[in-house]
C-alpha cells in the first residue's frame, strides 16, 4: 500500500489546516490509518489514530479538542483537522498505515508511511 500526504502550510496561531492521506494500492478498508508528526530536533509521535471503519479514534492529550480524523473509506482518504494550531504544533505530519482486523485504533505498529506534509505555526 502507498500512502500520499498533502495539505500542509503555512497558518498563524489560531489558523487552522486540513491534512489529507491518499491511500492507494489496497482497501483502504484494510487497514487502521493514523497520523504522527516529528517536530525539528524532537522523535516521531503519534497524534491520532481511526478504526478501519472509523467508528472509532484515538488522539495525544496534547490535540485533544482542537484535532478531528477522518476517513472515506470509498475514496481511499484519511483526514486530519487541525484547529486552534499553536507553535508547537509545527512539525513535519506523516501519515500511516496498519493492517488490521479488529477495529482498533493502535497507537504503534503502524507498517506503511506516507512521505510527510510539512506545517508549520507561526506566533
Known amino acids: 500500500v502507498q500512502l500520499q500526504a498533502s495539505g500542509g502550510g503555512l497558518v498563524q496561531t489560531g489558523g487552522s489546516l486540513t491534512l489529507s492521506c491518499g491511500i492507494s494500492?489496497?482497501?483502504?478498508?484494510?487497514?487502521?490509518m493514523a497520523w504522527y508528526r516529528q517536530a525539528p530536533g524532537k522523535e516521531r509521535e503519534f497524534v491520532a489514530a481511526i478504526s478501519r471503519g472509523g467508528l472509532r479514534t484515538d488522539f495525544v492529550d496534547s490535540v485533544k479538542g482542537r484535532f478531528t480524523i477522518s476517513r472515506d473509506n470509498a475514496k481511499n482518504t484519511v483526514s486530519l483537522r487541525m484547529n486552534s494550531l499553536k507553535p508547537e504544533d509545527t512539525a513535519v505530519y506523516y501519515c500511516?498505515?496498519?493492517?488490521?482486523?479488529?477495529?482498533?485504533?493502535?497507537?504503534?505498529?503502524?507498517?506503511?508511511w506516507g512521505q510527510g506534509t510539512k506545517v508549520t505555526v507561526s506566533s
Open positions: 500511516a498505515a496498519r493492517p488490521d482486523v479488529t477495529g482498533a485504533t493502535p497507537t504503534t505498529g503502524y507498517r506503511y
Open positions: 494500492g489496497r482497501a483502504s478498508s484494510d487497514y487502521s
